[in-house]
C-alpha cells in the first residue's frame, strides 16, 4: 500500500519561509506524479504544485508563482515544497498527492496534511 508522509508545517510570520517534505513508501512503480495541495477554512482544495519524477517538469498555481518552488529526491523517495515569502492567504492545510498511472500501484494517494499558519 503506497503511503505519503508530510512534514515542516509550522506557523510563521508574513514573509517567512518553510519548506516542506513529503516521503512515499510502500509503491514498485519506477515514476509518477506528485504534489502539493491546499484547503484552506471554506474553499476548495486547490492544487499548489506538482512535479513528474521521471522529467522534473513542473506546474505551480498562479497564486505561487514566484514564491513556491517544489523540487524532487527521487533517491530519496521525497518531493519537497519550499515557501517563500509566506502571506496570510497562504493558511491552510497542505496536503501530499501522488499519482501513479501504470501498474499495482495505478491510482491517486494522499496523505493526512500538515497545517501552515501565517501570521499578520
Known amino acids: 500500500q503506497v503511503q505519503l508522509v508530510e512534514s515542516g508545517g509550522g506557523l510563521v510570520q508574513a514573509g517567512g519561509s518553510l519548506r516542506l517534505s513529503c516521503v512515499a513508501s510502500g509503491y514498485t512503480s519506477a515514476y509518477y506524479d506528485k504534489g502539493w495541495f491546499r484547503q484552506a477554512p471554506g474553499q476548495e482544495r486547490e492544487a499548489v504544485a506538482c512535479?513528474?519524477?521521471?522529467?522534473?517538469?513542473?506546474y505551480y498555481a498562479d497564486s505561487v508563482k514566484g514564491r513556491f518552488t517544489i523540487s524532487r529526491d527521487n533517491a530519496k523517495n521525497t518531493v519537497y515544497l519550499q515557501m517563500n515569502s509566506l502571506e496570510p492567504d497562504d493558511t491552510a492545510v497542505y496536503l501530499c498527492?501522488?499519482?501513479?498511472?501504470?501498474?499495482?500501484?495505478?491510482?491517486?494517494?494522499w496523505g493526512q496534511g500538515t497545517q501552515v499558519t501565517v501570521s499578520s
Open positions: 498527492n501522488a499519482v501513479f498511472f501504470s501498474g499495482i500501484d495505478e491510482g491517486v494517494y
Open positions: 512535479i513528474s519524477t521521471k522529467d522534473g517538469s513542473t
